[in-house]
C-alpha cells in the first residue's frame, strides 16, 4: 500500500472532533491535546473571537458552521449552550458538555435531547475528580449517620463566573445521594446567627489568583476530622479527560453519559 493511501485510510477512521469555545483557554488546551492525538482530527471550531490563528477552520456562532463532526466538544459558556443543544439535536451528533453554571432549564433541554442524540455531561472531566466522586459516598454512608457535619470549600481563579462551582455541587450531590438527598445545602452563613442543622452541608467559594481548581470535602465529628481533598495544577487534567470522553462518545447511540462511562469504575 502506498504513503497516500495508507494516509487516506487513516483519515478516515479518524475521529472528526468539532471544538465549542476552541479560543477560550480550555479550547487552546484542547486543541494542542488533539493535534498530538493520531486517532483524532479538529475539524472545525466555533468562537465569537476568530482572530486567533488555527490549523482549522473557525466559524463565529455554530448556525454558521457546515463542516461535518462526528462529535463535539463543548468548553464555552452559559449561554451559548442552547444553541449548540439545537445544532446537536439537528445534525444528530454526539456531545461531550463540558459547560458549568447551566440553568434548570437548560439542565431539562439536556434530558430531552439525550433522548435523541448522545450526551456526555460531567461538570469535572478529571479522572481524580470522578474517583473522589465514588469514594465520597462510601465515606458519606459511615459517617453521615454517624453524626459527622459535612462542609464544603472550594477554590478557583479569579476570573470564573460561576460560585459555586459545578463540581461543587456534583461533590455535594454525591455525598447526599449516598445520604437518600435528606440534606440541604447553605451557601452563605452571614445573614442568619444560629447553628448549622445536623442535616446541611455548607459549600463556600473562594475566589483568587491562577488557582486552576481545588475541591476538598470535610466531614468533622467529635475530635475527629476527616478530608477529602482534589487539586489541579494545570488545565490539561480536564482536557485530556474531555477528549478521551469525545473517543468514547463518537458513534454512540442516543442516552446520557457521564464520566463513570468512559473510566469504568
Known amino acids: 500500500m502506498f504513503a497516500a493511501e495508507i494516509k487516506a485510510e487513516m483519515e478516515e477512521t ?37 482572530g486567533v490563528p488555527n490549523d482549522y477552520p473557525v466559524f463565529e456562532s455554530i448556525e454558521k458552521c457546515d463542516v461535518v463532526a462526528d462529535v463535539v466538544i463543548d468548553f464555552s459558556n452559559a449561554q451559548a449552550v442552547d444553541a449548540l ?17 447551566l440553568s434548570d432549564a437548560q439542565l431539562g433541554k439536556v434530558e430531552e435531547i439525550a433522548k435523541e442524540i ?20 462510601n465515606a458519606a454512608k459511615v459517617l453521615g449517620p454517624a453524626g459527622y457535619d459535612i462542609e464544603l470549600v472550594e477554590r478557583h481563579h479569579n476570573q ?19 445520604l437518600q ?12 446567627r444560629q447553628k448549622r442543622d445536623a442535616k446541611e452541608i455548607g459549600i463556600s467559594a473562594v475566589r483568587g489568583g491562577t488557582i486552576v481548581g481545588q475541591h476538598e470535602v470535610i466531614f468533622a465529628g467529635v475530635d475527629e476530622v476527616i478530608e ?34 468512559v473510566i469504568q469504575f
Open 14 to 50: 479518524m475521529i472528526k472532533v468539532l471544538l465549542y469555545g476552541c479560543n477560550g483557554k480550555m479550547g487552546r488546551v484542547i486543541t494542542e491535546l488533539v493535534k498530538n492525538d493520531e486517532t483524532m482530527e479538529l475539524v472545525a471550531g466555533v468562537d465569537q473571537y476568530t
Open 118 to 137: 448522545a450526551v456526555l455531561r460531567s461538570a469535572n472531566m478529571s479522572l481524580g475528580i470522578n474517583l473522589l466522586l465514588k469514594l465520597l459516598q
Open 160 to 178: 470564573k463566573l460561576d460560585a459555586p462551582s459545578g463540581t461543587a455541587i456534583a461533590l455535594a450531590d454525591s455525598v447526599n445521594d449516598a
Open 181 to 192: 438527598n435528606e440534606y440541604s445545602y447553605v451557601y452563605d452563613r452571614s445573614q442568619v
Open 85 to 101: 443543544l439545537d445544532y446537536c439535536k439537528e445534525k444528530r451528533v454526539p456531545v461531550v458538555l463540558c459547560t458549568t453554571g
Open 228 to 261: 477529602f481533598k482534589h487539586t489541579a495544577y494545570s488545565r490539561s487534567v480536564f482536557g485530556k479527560g474531555a477528549v478521551e470522553a469525545a473517543k468514547y462518545l463518537a458513534g454512540k447511540p442516543a442516552g446520557m453519559y457521564n464520566m463513570a462511562d
